[in-house]
C-alpha cells in the first residue's frame, strides 16, 4: 500500500502573534533588566548581563514570529532599512509600549511586596540626567544616540541574510546590549530603548519623568541614523517590503514606503522593455522616476501606447492599465 504523503503547509505568523510576541518580550526585557538593576543596586556586570540574556532568550523564542525587535528604535531603524512596513513597525512600537508599562508595574509590586525598603516613587532602575543623573543633558544625549546607533548596526548586519551569522543573531545581538550597558550605565542608566525607559518611569517618580524626553528622541533617533545608513553602506540584501523606507505616495502625495506591488511591477517592466511607456488612467499619469502619480498632460491622455510593443491601442476599449485604490 502506497501511503500518501500529505505535505503541512505553515502558515505565517498573524499580526495578533506578532504583538503578543513583542508585548511579551518587551515586558521580560524589562521585567529582568530592570529588575537586576534595583536588585543588585545597578551592579554593572549583573545589570548589563540581565538585560543582554534577556533579549537571547526573548529573540530565540520570538524571532521566528515578530523578528524579535522588543525596541521602538530597531522597528524604526528596520523600517528606514526595508526591512518591515512602517504600519507594521507603529504596531510593534505600541505593542512594547503596553508590554514594557506591564513589565515596569509587575516588577514595581513584586519590590514593594519584597519589603527591600522600596516604595512607589523611588528609582525602578530608570534612566536619568543631570541633576537626576552623573552626566549633562548633552552628553547623555550623545552617548544613547550612539549606543544605539551601534547596537542598530550589529542587529542589521548580524540579520543581514548574506551573512552566516544568521542563526546566531540573537546572541550577538545580546552580547552587544550587555557592552552597551557596561559604557551607559554609570552615565545614564542606559537605555538605548524608548520602551524600557517608558515601562519603568511612571513608577519612579517624577524625575524619572522629567528626563524621559531624552531617552526616548535619543534612542529613536540613532535607529533611525543607522537605518538610513546600514543599506547605503553595505547594501540590501533584498528589495525593500513595501511600505518601507523613504518613498513617493500614491496617487502624487509623497510619503513613507518603498513602492508597492503595482510600482514595482511597473518598474520591472519598464527595465525590460528598456523604455517606459505611460501609464495613464482617470487623467493621472505614473511617473516611474518620481514614484508617484501625476496629472497627465492633454497629449498623454489622448493614448501614447504602442501596439507594436505589445500595449493595448487606447482606441479599442481597453485602459492602459488600472490603477491602483488610494
Not at 129 to 141: C, S
Not at 167 to 176: R, V
Amino acid at each position: 500500500m502506497t501511503e500518501a504523503v500529505v505535505e503541512e503547509t505553515i502558515a505565517p505568523p498573524s499580526l495578533t502573534q506578532k504583538v503578543a510576541a513583542e508585548a511579551v518580550g518587551t515586558f521580560v526585557l524589562v521585567f529582568i533588566g530592570c529588575g537586576a538593576a534595583v536588585l543588585t543596586g545597578a551592579d554593572v556586570v549583573a545589570t548589563g548581563f540581565a538585560f543582554g540574556i534577556a533579549i537571547v532568550m526573548m529573540a530565540y523564542t520570538f524571532g521566528r514570529v515578530s523578528g524579535g525587535h522588543f525596541n521602538p528604535a530597531v522597528s524604526v531603524g528596520a523600517a528606514i532599512a526595508g526591512r518591515i512596513a512602517w504600519t507594521e513597525a507603529g504596531i510593534y512600537a505600541a505593542a512594547q509600549v503596553v508590554g514594557a508599562l506591564v513589565g515596569g508595574l509587575a516588577l514595581a509590586i513584586t519590590t514593594a511586596a519584597c519589603d527591600i525598603g522600596w516604595s512607589f516613587g523611588e528609582p525602578l532602575g530608570s534612566n536619568s540626567f543631570g541633576d537626576n543623573g552623573n552626566v549633562a543633558w548633552a552628553g547623555a544625549f550623545l552617548i544613547e544616540l550612539l549606543l544605539t546607533f551601534i547596537f542598530l548596526v550589529v542587529i542589521l548586519g548580524v540579520t543581514d541574510e548574506r551573512n552566516d551569522t544568521v542563526a546566531f543573531a540573537p546572541l550577538a545581538i545580546g552580547l552587544s546590549l550587555a557592552a552597551i550597558h557596561f559604557v551607559g550605565i554609570n552615565a545614564t542608566g542606559t537605555s538605548v530603548n524608548p520602551a524600557r525607559s517608558i515601562g519603568v518611569a511612571f513608577f519612579s517618580g517624577a524625575d524619572a519623568i522629567v528626563d524621559l524626553w531624552l531617552f526616548i528622541v535619543a534612542p529613536l533617533l540613532g535607529g533611525a541614523i543607522a537605518g538610513l545608513l546600514y543599506p547605503l553602506v553595505f547594501g540590501r540584501h533584498a528589495e525593500p517590503v513595501p511600505g518601507s523606507g523613504f518613498g513617493a505616495g500614491r496617487a502624487g502625495v509623497p510619503g513613507l514606503g518603498a513602492p508597492n506591488q503595482f510600482e514595482q511591477q511597473w518598474n520591472q517592466q519598464s527595465e525590460a522593455q528598456g523604455q517606459a511607456q505611460p501609464i495613464i488612467q482617470d487623467g493621472w499619469m505614473w511617473d516611474p522616476n518620481a514614484q508617484q502619480w501625476v496629472p497627465a498632460p492633454p497629449e498623454a491622455s489622448a493614448g501614447t501606447a504602442d501596439p507594436a510593443a505589445g500595449q493595448p491601442d487606447p482606441d479599442d476599449g481597453e485602459p492602459t492599465v488600472v490603477r491602483p485604490q488610494d
